[in-house]
């Protein structure tokens, strides 16, 4: 299992970034797939959640309305469109899956978001 994150980088309060998570190594349309952050002294958090044929999706409250989850099963790739963004949203920023309770998570390696003026 291979999953590599891009897209982050340096952008100003109410600002954008698209990042991208590609998988390989696995039936990426067989498994749900979720992105986590984690700042600088805190614990990594749940950000974004979507299932495997992308009809549900989940968020964090802080980024409800904001953020934005969605796969294309035909690139093995996940996305995280990140709108009017805030500089608590500065973290690295980290793609994620498990095959099944009994598996461990597979990681990326992150790709880090810095909002700042």
């Known amino acids: 299992v291979q999953l590599v994150e891009s897209g982050g980088g340096l952008v100003q309060p109410g600002g954008s970034l698209r990042l991208s998570c590609a998988a390989s190594?696995?039936?990426?349309?067989?498994?749900?797939m979720r992105w986590y952050r984690q700042a600088p002294g805190k614990e990594r958090e749940l950000v974004a959640g979507?299932?495997?044929?992308?009809?549900?999706?989940n968020y964090a409250d802080s980024v409800k309305g904001r953020f934005t989850i969605s796969r294309d099963n035909a690139k093995n790739t996940v996305y995280l469109q990140m709108n009017s963004l805030k500089a608590e949203d500065t973290a690295v920023y980290y793609c994620?899956?498990?095959?099944?309770?009994?598996?461990?998570?597979?990681w990326g390696q992150g790709t880090q978001v810095t909002v700042s003026s």
């Open positions: 979507i299932t495997s044929a992308g009809g549900r999706t």
């Open positions: 994620n899956t498990r095959m099944s309770v009994a598996d461990p998570p597979y």
């Open positions: 190594g696995f039936t990426f349309s067989s498994y749900g």
